[in-house]
């Protein structure tokens, strides 16, 4: 079986080195960029099977690199990684997956194989604050 392909989207350089470096144990890193709009090009050329992306990033948040794929014709299934209360995310849409910086380490193998199922994946801090999805 191939490993899954997996884009890191994430501006903080000490971040994106640890998503990749967890993340390499059991994918298949295609690309890590720093921005949302490097995010796009590059989802829209390597077509990863998921992408892992900080939701504030500059040139483009990752929210809304994900509607311009979309807008595209991209579809895409996306982990978004995160240190934000899970209070001020609540009115984001409930279909997209949801994972905490504080649970990088012990979830986020486990985010990339759900989302690539198909399946929506919330770490302890969002179930804890919004139930299962």
Not at 26 to 49: I, N, Q, T, Y
Request: no cysteine.
């Amino acid at each position: 079986m191939e490993k899954l392909r997996v884009l890191v989207a994430e501006d903080h350089d000490s971040v994106r080195g640890i998503l990749v470096s967890l993340l390499q144990s059991e994918f298949v890193v295609v690309a890590s960029v720093g921005d949302g709009e490097k995010l796009v090009k590059a989802a829209a050329l390597l077509r990863p099977d998921v992408i892992v992306s900080d939701i504030l990033m500059p040139r483009k948040d990752g929210l809304a690199a994900r509607a311009e794929l979309l807008s595209m014709g991209i579809e895409l299934p996306f982990v978004f990684v995160t240190m934000m209360d899970p209070h001020l995310l609540s009115p984001l849409p409930e279909t997209i997956s949801y994972i905490h910086k504080s649970d990088l380490i012990s979830e986020l193998n486990d985010s990339v194989r759900a989302v690539a199922r198909g399946e929506i994946y919330l770490s302890r801090l969002f179930r804890e604050m919004w139930g299962n999805p």
